[in-house]
Protein backbone atom coordinates (compact mmCIF):
# COMPACT_ATOMS: atom_id res chain seq x y z
CA UNK A 1 0.00 0.00 0.00
CA UNK A 2 2.77 2.89 0.89
CA UNK A 3 4.05 2.15 -2.30
CA UNK A 4 0.63 2.21 -4.51
CA UNK A 5 -0.02 5.21 -2.77
CA UNK A 6 3.42 6.97 -1.84
CA UNK A 7 5.84 5.18 -4.46
CA UNK A 8 7.94 4.90 -1.67
CA UNK A 9 11.01 2.95 -2.07
CA UNK A 10 12.65 0.14 -0.28
CA UNK A 11 14.64 2.44 2.17
CA UNK A 12 11.36 4.45 2.72
CA UNK A 13 9.15 1.76 3.98
CA UNK A 14 7.78 1.81 7.41
CA UNK A 15 8.18 -1.72 8.59
CA UNK A 16 6.04 -4.59 10.07
CA UNK A 17 6.98 -3.85 13.18
CA UNK A 18 6.23 -0.34 13.68
CA UNK A 19 2.40 -0.81 13.22
CA UNK A 20 2.71 -3.68 15.27
CA UNK A 21 4.80 -1.79 17.79
CA UNK A 22 2.43 1.32 17.81
CA UNK A 23 -0.61 -0.20 19.41
CA UNK A 24 1.71 -1.85 22.06
CA UNK A 25 3.30 1.36 23.15
CA UNK A 26 -0.05 3.25 23.31
CA UNK A 27 -0.47 4.48 20.02
CA UNK A 28 -2.96 2.53 17.04
CA UNK A 29 -3.46 1.46 13.45
CA UNK A 30 -7.15 1.93 12.27
CA UNK A 31 -7.59 0.62 8.88
CA UNK A 32 -10.51 0.90 6.01
CA UNK A 33 -11.35 -2.10 4.40
CA UNK A 34 -13.82 -2.56 1.31
CA UNK A 35 -17.02 -5.17 1.68
CA UNK A 36 -14.87 -8.15 0.55
CA UNK A 37 -12.65 -7.70 3.12
CA UNK A 38 -9.71 -5.98 1.41
CA UNK A 39 -7.37 -3.42 3.37
CA UNK A 40 -7.89 -0.16 0.86
CA UNK A 41 -6.70 2.66 3.47
CA UNK A 42 -4.78 3.28 7.00
CA UNK A 43 -3.91 5.77 9.31
CA UNK A 44 -1.17 5.20 12.15
CA UNK A 45 -1.02 7.25 15.20
CA UNK A 46 1.99 7.52 17.57
CA UNK A 47 2.72 8.57 21.00
CA UNK A 48 4.29 11.61 21.83
CA UNK A 49 4.96 14.38 24.31
CA UNK A 50 5.44 18.28 24.25
CA UNK A 51 6.78 19.05 27.75
CA UNK A 52 4.40 17.34 29.97
CA UNK A 53 1.15 17.27 27.45
CA UNK A 54 0.60 14.33 25.59
CA UNK A 55 -0.69 14.01 21.88
CA UNK A 56 -0.51 11.81 19.03
CA UNK A 57 1.32 12.19 15.98
CA UNK A 58 -0.45 10.89 12.73
CA UNK A 59 2.28 9.09 10.90
CA UNK A 60 0.29 8.28 8.23
CA UNK A 61 -3.06 8.38 6.59
CA UNK A 62 -3.16 6.41 3.28
CA UNK A 63 -6.12 5.20 0.77
CA UNK A 64 -5.61 3.37 -2.19
CA UNK A 65 -5.68 5.33 -5.63
CA UNK A 66 -9.00 3.73 -6.50
CA UNK A 67 -10.28 4.74 -3.41
CA UNK A 68 -9.65 7.82 -2.74
CA UNK A 69 -12.54 10.76 -3.37
CA UNK A 70 -14.91 8.42 -1.56
CA UNK A 71 -14.58 9.56 1.98
CA UNK A 72 -12.75 7.01 3.17
CA UNK A 73 -9.71 9.44 4.67
CA UNK A 74 -12.16 11.50 6.02
CA UNK A 75 -13.59 8.02 8.07
CA UNK A 76 -10.28 7.11 9.08
CA UNK A 77 -9.58 10.75 10.30
CA UNK A 78 -12.57 11.23 12.47
CA UNK A 79 -12.12 7.15 13.83
CA UNK A 80 -8.67 8.55 14.83
CA UNK A 81 -10.29 11.65 16.33
CA UNK A 82 -12.95 9.65 18.94
CA UNK A 83 -10.50 7.01 19.87
CA UNK A 84 -8.11 9.94 20.97
CA UNK A 85 -11.04 11.72 22.94
CA UNK A 86 -11.76 8.56 24.33
CA UNK A 87 -8.06 7.82 25.78
CA UNK A 88 -7.96 11.55 27.19
CA UNK A 89 -5.79 12.89 24.09
CA UNK A 90 -7.30 16.19 22.97
CA UNK A 91 -4.66 17.08 19.81
CA UNK A 92 -3.55 15.10 17.14
CA UNK A 93 -0.34 16.62 14.86
CA UNK A 94 1.12 15.66 11.48
CA UNK A 95 2.95 17.08 8.28
CA UNK A 96 2.08 17.65 4.81
CA UNK A 97 3.33 19.42 1.60
CA UNK A 98 2.33 23.14 1.67
CA UNK A 99 2.13 22.84 -2.35
CA UNK A 100 -0.78 19.91 -2.60
CA UNK A 101 -3.99 21.80 -3.07
CA UNK A 102 -6.48 18.65 -2.47
CA UNK A 103 -4.32 17.76 1.17
CA UNK A 104 -4.59 21.63 2.11
CA UNK A 105 -8.08 21.06 1.59
CA UNK A 106 -8.57 18.38 3.42
CA UNK A 107 -6.62 18.85 6.31
CA UNK A 108 -8.08 22.74 6.77
CA UNK A 109 -11.62 22.64 5.52
CA UNK A 110 -12.40 19.11 6.19
CA UNK A 111 -11.36 18.30 9.53
CA UNK A 112 -10.64 22.11 10.85
CA UNK A 113 -7.16 21.67 11.60
CA UNK A 114 -5.03 25.11 11.70
CA UNK A 115 -0.74 25.45 11.00
CA UNK A 116 1.58 27.52 13.00
CA UNK A 117 4.81 25.98 11.33
CA UNK A 118 6.24 25.38 7.85
CA UNK A 119 9.65 23.49 8.32
CA UNK A 120 11.81 23.79 5.19
CA UNK A 121 13.03 20.27 3.39
CA UNK A 122 11.86 18.69 6.84
CA UNK A 123 12.91 15.04 5.99
CA UNK A 124 15.45 16.16 3.92
CA UNK A 125 15.84 14.05 0.53
CA UNK A 126 12.98 11.62 -0.61
CA UNK A 127 12.69 9.49 -3.00
CA UNK A 128 9.02 9.24 -3.34
CA UNK A 129 8.07 9.96 -6.57
CA UNK A 130 5.55 12.46 -5.02
CA UNK A 131 8.13 14.64 -3.97
CA UNK A 132 9.16 14.91 -7.66
CA UNK A 133 13.05 15.73 -6.84
CA UNK A 134 12.10 18.77 -4.76
CA UNK A 135 12.90 19.79 -1.54
CA UNK A 136 10.67 17.90 1.27
CA UNK A 137 9.04 21.37 2.65
CA UNK A 138 6.29 20.76 5.41
CA UNK A 139 3.43 22.22 7.37
CA UNK A 140 2.89 21.13 10.77
CA UNK A 141 -1.13 20.47 11.11
CA UNK A 142 -2.54 21.16 14.65
CA UNK A 143 -5.72 19.10 14.72
CA UNK A 144 -7.30 20.21 18.11
CA UNK A 145 -9.41 17.86 18.51
CA UNK A 146 -12.06 19.89 20.62
CA UNK A 147 -11.88 23.51 18.95
CA UNK A 148 -14.57 25.55 17.74
CA UNK A 149 -13.50 24.92 14.09
CA UNK A 150 -12.96 21.32 14.44
CA UNK A 151 -16.33 20.97 16.18
CA UNK A 152 -17.74 23.00 13.42
CA UNK A 153 -16.23 20.00 10.49
CA UNK A 154 -17.51 17.19 12.33
CA UNK A 155 -21.10 19.07 11.80
CA UNK A 156 -20.01 19.28 8.09
CA UNK A 157 -19.98 22.64 8.16
CA UNK A 158 -17.10 25.13 7.10
CA UNK A 159 -14.69 25.12 9.52
CA UNK A 160 -13.68 29.13 9.15
CA UNK A 161 -16.53 31.04 8.87
CA UNK A 162 -16.26 32.54 5.44
CA UNK A 163 -17.81 36.02 6.62
CA UNK A 164 -14.33 37.16 8.07
CA UNK A 165 -12.08 38.42 5.62
CA UNK A 166 -8.74 36.77 6.22
CA UNK A 167 -5.37 39.13 7.52
CA UNK A 168 -3.66 37.61 4.85
CA UNK A 169 -3.67 35.25 1.73
CA UNK A 170 -1.14 33.37 0.11
CA UNK A 171 -1.61 31.69 -3.06
CA UNK A 172 -0.54 27.96 -4.44
CA UNK A 173 -1.34 26.64 -8.10
CA UNK A 174 -4.12 23.95 -8.32
CA UNK A 175 -2.12 21.32 -9.73
CA UNK A 176 1.65 22.00 -8.56
CA UNK A 177 2.69 18.26 -9.37
CA UNK A 178 1.69 19.23 -13.25
CA UNK A 179 4.46 21.80 -12.82
CA UNK A 180 6.58 19.88 -11.31
CA UNK A 181 6.80 17.13 -13.59
CA UNK A 182 7.01 19.45 -16.86
CA UNK A 183 8.98 22.22 -15.36
CA UNK A 184 10.74 21.71 -12.04
CA UNK A 185 12.88 24.96 -12.56
CA UNK A 186 9.35 26.69 -12.43
CA UNK A 187 8.57 24.22 -9.64
CA UNK A 188 11.10 24.97 -7.49
CA UNK A 189 10.57 28.56 -7.80
CA UNK A 190 7.02 28.44 -6.95
CA UNK A 191 8.11 26.24 -3.74
CA UNK A 192 10.38 28.82 -2.71
CA UNK A 193 8.19 32.00 -3.08
CA UNK A 194 5.39 29.92 -0.98
CA UNK A 195 8.01 29.35 1.31
CA UNK A 196 8.86 32.96 1.55
CA UNK A 197 5.18 34.41 1.83
CA UNK A 198 3.98 31.67 4.38
CA UNK A 199 6.80 32.06 6.77
CA UNK A 200 7.05 35.52 6.53
CA UNK A 201 3.10 35.12 7.69
CA UNK A 202 3.86 32.65 10.52
CA UNK A 203 6.94 34.46 12.34
CA UNK A 204 4.32 37.91 12.41
CA UNK A 205 2.09 35.49 14.43
CA UNK A 206 -0.39 34.83 12.12
CA UNK A 207 -2.22 31.11 11.47
CA UNK A 208 -3.51 28.99 9.16
CA UNK A 209 -7.03 29.03 9.33
CA UNK A 210 -8.43 27.82 6.15
CA UNK A 211 -7.97 27.07 2.20
CA UNK A 212 -9.62 28.47 -0.60
CA UNK A 213 -10.02 25.93 -3.54
CA UNK A 214 -12.54 27.52 -6.17
CA UNK A 215 -11.53 26.69 -9.93
CA UNK A 216 -8.10 27.55 -10.89
CA UNK A 217 -7.88 30.24 -7.68
CA UNK A 218 -6.13 28.22 -4.55
CA UNK A 219 -4.66 29.91 -1.28
CA UNK A 220 -3.89 29.57 2.48
CA UNK A 221 -5.71 31.97 4.32
CA UNK A 222 -4.80 33.06 7.57
CA UNK A 223 -5.98 34.94 10.44
CA UNK A 224 -4.54 36.37 13.70
CA UNK A 225 -4.14 33.71 16.47
CA UNK A 226 -6.74 33.96 18.51
CA UNK A 227 -9.13 33.11 15.79
CA UNK A 228 -7.59 29.73 15.08
CA UNK A 229 -7.87 29.04 19.15
Not at 75 to 104: S, V
Not at 143 to 167: D, H, I
Request: glycine share 10%; net charge positive.
Amino acid sequence: MQRAIWGYTEPELYPLRLFVNLGRAGGFVLGAFNPGGELIGFTASMPAWRGKRRYYHSLSLGVLPEYQAHGVGGALKWEQRRRALRAGIDRIEWTFDPMRAKTALFNLEKLGAVVRQYIPDYYGAVESRLQQGLPSDRLICEWRLKSPLVRRAAKGLTPRRRSVRPAAMVPIPPDFAAIADKRPEAAHALQANVRKDLLRHLRCGLVITGFLLEGSDCAYLLDKDRRAR
